[in-house]
């Protein structure tokens, strides 16, 4: 089960990170520069979805890799 919790709190992780991501780059049609004066870059952000969606897929192999130990685990026991 600590596989599967991890790879579910990841998951949130990812989630916020990608939804900063996105907020930066919705951002970008209205001005280049956040109200602080950070410069967006899209080639920046569009790296951090491609880094979200390479660790989705890993957090993902994990759940599924739980998944069939359990059912390994009651084929088992059943």
């Known amino acids: 089960m600590l596989g599967f919790e991890a790879a579910l709190e ?3 992780k990812i989630e916020e990170r990608v939804d ?3 907020e930066r780059i919705a ?5 280049l520069s956040s109200p602080t004066g950070d ?3 899209l080639s920046d952000e569009m ?4 880094e979200a969606r390479t660790e989705l897929g890993a957090a993902t192999a994990v759940i599924r890799t739980e998944d069939e130990i359990q059912q390994h685990l009651l084929d088992i026991l059943g």
């Open 20 to 22: 900063r991501t996105a």
């Open 39 to 41: 410069t967006v870059s």
């Open 47 to 50: 790296v951090a979805l491609l």
């Open 10 to 12: 990841s998951i949130r």
């Open 27 to 31: 951002s970008l049609p209205f001005t």
